[in-house]
């Protein structure tokens, strides 16, 4: 089945009634009929496992399981690692993922190494025989670095370090991680997967059982899982995943391309563009760009007056949705990443991030030219 079709009918759940949608399961027991397939929802649910089951389908995984956000599911897959453990984490990562192992896996006794993972020589000089895995986003938020899954993956599997991708950026209508070698798919899916701003959500898949067994025994014992009425919201979603993400991406490259005729703005970070670094590899490994781009405006006025000017782009943080967002990263999502670790990255105050909607493109190009010099 293709890709478009399986989110519609990656589902094959039965319901006696013939429901068309999945049935909302809203109930924390279940009592013991004989069929004991479910006995209490911080464990499974039907309603998640059904959500679980269409969304390994689509990484093409061995395991899924659903968590109750983004960071959940970050957090639950750093429990497979202990004292002295050595990670090598790109050095550009949505700052949750940062503060989490800054202030919490390190305090633990993990040890972590930061790397333009983008660079494969420079992680292959990290490599001790401590390193258990390597943490990667590919195009990393927000400087859409882009890493070669495959490379990075082939090197590990010599050394017997697993690779976890953070596939939120391009969702598996795009890129599916585990067909170039990793190990470990992560999904905020609050983002392309839910796709409405109205839902959080997070998804770990593996390409093993045994993998899929450790975090279906992690998550249960901290207990952070999605629960009925979101595992049905998302998987609402996904019925619409293939249409959105086309759409966005057409509109990311109408959007960046405009962009990079505005002389007030410095740098246009979009993996579509051919002037990309990354553009190649990008396109290699994925099917389409994505929504996301950042720029590099002229001084903090402007970025300021962007954000208080634009009218359809909403001034929000999170990406991934219908409608279009514009973030301020040293405000919001990195506000926690040490100021110079960020303006050593170029994460400045006049760094803008914008997630690209289902508008009409002449409409989102227009509110950013009205901002910028209205
Ligand atoms: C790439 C990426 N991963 C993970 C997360 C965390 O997801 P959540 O907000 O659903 O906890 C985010 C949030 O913005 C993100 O951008």
Request: proline content about 3%; overall charge neutral.
């Amino acid at each position: 089945m293709e890709i478009d079709t399986l989110c519609l009918h990656a589902n094959n759940m039965e319901d006696k009634f013939g429901s068309i949608s999945t049935p909302i399961y809203q109930s924390a027991t279940f009592y013991h009929n004989g069929n004991d397939e479910y006995s209490y929802s911080r464990l499974s649910n039907p309603t998640r496992s059904s959500v679980e089951n269409v969304v390994r389908k689509l990484e093409n995984g061995k395991s899924c399981n659903a968590f109750s956000s983004g960071m959940a599911a970050i957090t639950t897959v750093l429990k497979l690692f202990k004292k002295c453990d050595h990670i090598i984490a790109s050095n550009d990562l949505y700052g949750g993922a940062i503060r989490l192992f800054n202030n919490f896996s390190k305090l633990e006794g993990i040890d972590f190494d930061y790397v333009d993972t983008s660079n494969t020589s420079d992680v292959v000089k990290l490599i001790n025989p401590n390193t258990k895995a390597i943490y990667i986003e590919t195009p990393s938020n927000p400087l859409m670095q882009v890493t070669d899954i495959a490379k990075i993956s082939e090197i590990a599997k010599k050394y017997n370090i697993i690779v976890i991708v953070d596939n939120t950026f391009l969702s598996p209508y795009f890129q599916r991680p585990l067909e170039l070698g990793a190990d470990i798919v992560i999904h905020s899916g609050t983002k392309y997967l839910g796709g409405h701003n109205d839902t959080l959500s997070g998804f770990v898949i593996t390409n093993s059982i045994e993998l899929g067994d450790k975090i279906t025994f992690i998550s249960k014992t901290i207990g952070a899982t999605l629960s009925p009425f979101d595992s049905f919201l998302i998987e609402r979603g996904i019925k619409t995943l293939a249409l959105r993400m086309d759409r966005i991406n057409s509109n990311a490259i109408k959007v960046a391309n405009f962009l990079t005729t505005i002389s007030k703005i410095k740098k246009v970070y979009y993996v579509g563009l051919k002037s990309h670094k990354g553009y190649e590899i990008n396109k290699k490994q994925s099917s389409g760009f994505g929504g996301m781009i950042s720029i590099e405006v002229e001084s903090e006025e402007l970025a300021i007056k962007i954000l208080n000017n634009v009218k359809i782009f909403k001034y929000a943080e999170s990406l991934g949705g219908v409608d279009s967002l514009i973030t301020y990263p040293i405000k919001q999502t990195h506000a926690d990443v040490p100021e110079n670790e960020r303006n050593a990255r170029g994460i400045n105050d006049r760094f803008l991030r914008l997630s690209i909607g289902i508008e009409n493109s002449i409409d989102l190009i227009n509110d950013l030219r009205d901002a910028i010099y209205g």
